[in-house]
């Protein structure tokens, strides 16, 4: 790691937990004992590959995202920020974020990852880091142990070969000046709605290869009741 290109880490947090069926986002409710996102920061603070933290995270929280920061003593964390109405106009303001602090053009690793995904493991975070040494763009995924099917009006009509697919999890890394393009190119095309961020780099910079990190069973996303005590368990395993 150098100051001249640092790598940053942007924890996506903008949900409103409405899956949840909480008054809270997911996000701060507790799992062991500490709110979700603590989990989160905590091992983006001890990966020895991340420089600095940006939180993007829904308004009216933010206080409490830097109570929780202080208290796990997440000296990483150098902005809480306003995310939008999409994840994509979440990874947007966090690629805003990054380019004020590293300039334009800059060759830092920006390293994109779900607040909910809160079990990522130091491994992952350290592959994806390194995997942009010579590379623009990365994911961690794992194999799809289900067999997939495309569905059209209630009709399955296609059975993709199962070896060819994976599931994709966070984080996703990106060299700055290469995300910062892509995005720049989504926003003007509204009919684009992607759901993660290495989907932006293939639609619009098809040229760049996106290559891939063994992620891991236990990096699940904690999107409804269930998954908290799913993470509870793996946790206290």
């Known amino acids: 790691m150098t100051t001249a290109q640092p790598t940053i880490a942007a924890v996506l947090a903008g949900g409103t937990g409405a899956r949840m ?32 933290i940006v939180l993007v995270m829904a308004e009216g929280h933010h206080e409490a995202a830097w109570t929780i920061a202080k208290s796990a003593n997440v000296t990483k964390l150098s902005a809480v920020i306003g995310g939008g109405a ?37 491994r992952i975070i350290a592959d994806v880091a390194a995997a942009l040494d010579d590379g623009e763009a990365v994911t961690a995924v794992i194999p799809s142990s289900d067999t997939v099917v495309e569905v059209h009006g209630g009709r399955i ?3 993709p070969d199962r070896a060819g697919l994976a599931r994709v999890q966070t984080p996703q890394g990106f060299r700055l000046g ?54 509870e368990a793996l946790l206290r395993a």
Request: aromatic share 4%; glycine share 4%; proline share 6%.
């Open 21 to 52: 069926g909480a008054a809270l986002p997911k996000q701060l409710l507790e799992v062991a004992g500490k709110p979700v996102l603590q989990h989160t920061l905590e091992a983006f603070q001890a990966s020895a590959a991340v420089d600095r």
């Open 86 to 122: 999409s994840r994509a106009d979440s990874s947007a303001a966090a690629i805003r974020w990054a380019r004020s602090q590293v300039g334009v053009g800059d060759r830092a690793k920006l390293l994109v990852h779900d607040a909910a995904r809160m079990l990522v493991t130091g």
């Open 157 to 159: 009509t296609a059975v």
């Open 178 to 231: 290469l995300i910062a393009e892509a995005h720049a190119a989504a926003a003007d095309d509204p009919a684009f709605t992607p759901t993660d961020d290495c989907s932006v780099v293939l639609r619009f910079r098809p040229d760049v290869p996106v290559r891939t990190v063994a992620g891991a069973e236990r990096n699940l996303k904690v999107t409804s009741p269930a998954d908290l005590v799913l993470a």
